[in-house]
Every structure is written in structure tokens, then in C-alpha cells.
Nanobody, 124 residues
Framework: QVQLVESGGGLVQAGGSLRLSCAAS????????MGWFRQAPGKEREFVAA????????YYADSVKGRFTISRDNAKNTVYLQMNSLKPEDTAVYYC?????????????????WGQGTQVTVSS
């Protein structure tokens, strides 16, 4: 069983930055595609970014492209989400997700494991 624990959320002013971390434990981190999703109040959970294991290819939602960067440290079983130029509309609970295999996935039902989420609030 894979366990995911997010950290790094908080309150930041518009234009600021935050770095989220997601530490994975359990079976090997190898061959897991890692993703970040977010859910704002009253809205559905949406894809933010994903990164593959071998090539570390990255994929982003259009709304965060150019502002957010996903990365991973396989030796530390950790994936990161660097968020720059934050906007009030980025306010949400951010979730880390994982699934075995190659490729990348943008739908919530494609991921098998989820963290508990970390709150990000961007004030205007």
C-alpha cells in the first residue's frame, strides 16, 4: 500500500510562491506516475500537473503552464510542485496522487493512491 503525505501549503499573497512536497512510502516509488490535483470549494477536483518516472516527462494544465513546475527526486521518494506567480484563483486544497505505469494521466479515476491534501490560499 502506497501512502502519500503532502506538505508545504499555506497562505500567500498574490504574486508569491509556494513549494509543495509529497513524500511517498510503502512499495517502491519506481514506475509510478505522480500527479498533482486541486479542488476549490464547490468545484470538482482538477488536474494540475503530472510527471513520469523514467523520462521525468512533465505535463501541465493550461491554467498553470509557465507558473508551476513539477519535479521528483526518486532517491527520496518525493515529488514537488513549485508554484510561482500565484493568483487568488489558485486557492484550493492540493492533492498528490500516484499510479503505476508509464505515460501520464489527467483524470482523477486514473490514479490509485491519494494524499490527504494541503491547503493553499492566495490572497489578493
Amino acid at each position: 500500500q502506497v501512502q502519500l503525505v503532502e506538505s508545504g501549503g499555506g497562505l500567500v499573497q498574490a504574486g508569491g510562491s509556494l513549494r509543495l512536497s509529497c513524500a511517498a512510502s510503502g512499495p517502491t516509488f519506481n514506475n509510478f506516475v505522480m500527479g498533482w490535483f486541486r479542488q476549490a470549494p464547490g468545484k470538482e477536483r482538477e488536474f494540475v500537473a503530472a510527471i513520469t518516472f523514467v523520462l521525468r516527462s512533465t505535463y501541465y494544465a493550461d491554467s498553470v503552464k509557465g507558473r508551476f513546475t513539477i519535479s521528483r527526486d526518486n532517491a527520496k521518494n518525493t515529488v514537488y510542485l513549485q508554484m510561482n506567480s500565484l493568483k487568488p484563483e489558485d486557492t484550493a486544497v492540493y492533492y498528490c496522487a500516484a499510479r503505476r505505469g508509464g505515460g501520464y494521466y489527467v483524470a482523477t479515476h486514473d490514479y490509485d493512491y491519494w494524499g490527504q491534501g494541503t491547503q493553499v490560499t492566495v490572497s489578493s
